[in-house]
């Protein structure tokens, strides 16, 4: 075991599967005591609870304050602490912009960013000096994404938040973005339901698609002391597809 995350505890939005569930294990690893959270997966949280040294399985909908604040307590109620909060949590679905509902848009929003900032404010009233929260935005933030205008507004307000909640909880908190590329999780499955990966490797340098191994590491570095003196930064992990 590492211990670049020793004795801290971490709380994983979204963290039963793909790259919640891969930072969940990266930290775990690097000695961290992670709350690993669902709101559908129930079976795959509490399966990577048990493999992880250290983990506690809650409940959690990033849309609901209740919902949070319990499961902030049950982290404190346990440790006596929460250190680190990783906003990973996400929504997204592909769609024709004039078949998009209003309800497709305010799930998306609800989720992606009112999610982040209802975590956000809950967590900051607990971390100690030195915390950290990770935002994971998404490449479509930057660049936009024809198929998921909604989504992509979702994840380029993510990034702004990010910039201002920097600069409101330094020097306190850190705050800092992921912007993942192209990943291979279950919603990069969706993805290539409508497009082939050929087309998707064609327009990034690195030649490939990204593993959630790929983001938990940038995450990890994130919530580090080794990012002691990064704040209102964008890390930007897709393998060239985006480079600003």
């Given at each position: 075991?590492?211990?670049?995350?020793a004795d801290r505890v971490a709380l994983v939005t979204g963290s039963s599967r793909g790259i919640g569930a891969e930072i969940a294990?990266?930290?775990?690893?690097?000695?961290?005591?992670?709350?690993?959270?669902?709101?559908?997966?129930?079976?795959?949280?509490?399966?990577?609870?048990?493999?992880?040294?250290?983990?506690?399985?809650?409940?959690?909908?990033?849309?609901?304050?209740?919902?949070?604040?319990?499961?902030?307590?049950?982290?404190?109620?346990?440790?006596?602490?929460?250190?680190?909060?990783?906003?990973?949590?996400?929504?997204?679905?592909?769609?024709?912009?004039?078949?998009?509902?209003?309800?497709?848009?305010?799930?998306?929003?609800?989720?992606?960013?009112?999610?982040?900032?209802?975590?956000?404010?809950?967590?900051?009233?607990?971390?100690?000096?030195?915390?950290?929260?990770?935002?994971?935005?998404?490449?479509?933030?930057?660049?936009?994404?024809?198929?998921?205008?909604?989504?992509?507004?979702s994840k380029a307000a993510v990034l702004s938040f990010t910039k201002s909640t920097a600069r409101l909880l330094a020097p306190r908190?850190?705050?800092?973005?992921?912007?993942?590329?192209?990943?291979?999780?279950?919603?990069?499955?969706?993805?290539?339901?409508?497009?082939?990966?050929?087309?998707?490797?064609?327009?990034?340098?690195?030649?490939?698609?990204?593993?959630?191994?790929?983001?938990?590491?940038?995450?990890?570095?994130?919530?580090?002391?080794?990012?002691?003196?990064?704040?209102?930064?964008?890390?930007?992990?897709?393998?060239?597809?985006?480079?600003?």
């Amino acid at each position: 075991m590492g211990g670049r995350l020793a004795d801290r505890v971490a709380l994983v939005t979204g963290s039963s599967r793909g790259i919640g569930a891969e930072i969940a294990r990266t930290f775990a690893r690097e000695g961290a005591r992670v709350v690993v959270t669902w709101r559908t997966g129930e079976g795959l949280a509490r399966r990577l609870a048990d493999e992880l040294d250290q983990a506690l399985c809650v409940r959690l909908d990033v849309t609901d304050r209740a919902s949070i604040r319990r499961a902030v307590e049950a982290a404190r109620e346990r440790w006596g602490r929460l250190d680190v909060l990783v906003n990973n949590a996400g929504y997204l679905r592909q769609e024709p912009f004039d078949a998009i509902t209003e309800e497709s848009w305010d799930r998306t929003l609800d989720t992606n960013l009112k999610g982040v900032f209802l975590c956000s404010q809950e967590c900051a009233r607990v971390l100690p000096d030195g915390g950290a929260i990770v935002n994971v935005s998404s490449v479509g933030g930057q660049m936009g994404g024809p198929k998921a205008p909604h989504y992509s507004a979702s994840k380029a307000a993510v990034l702004s938040f990010t910039k201002s909640t920097a600069r409101l909880l330094a020097p306190r908190v850190r705050v800092n973005a992921i912007a993942p590329g192209f990943i291979r999780t279950d919603m990069y499955e969706d993805i290539v339901a409508h497009t082939s990966e050929d087309e998707i490797t064609a327009g990034i340098p690195a030649a490939r698609v990204g593993e959630p191994e790929d983001v938990a590491l940038a995450a990890l570095y994130l919530a580090s002391d080794e990012a002691g003196f990064v704040t209102g930064q964008v890390l930007n992990v897709n393998g060239g597809q985006w480079m600003a």
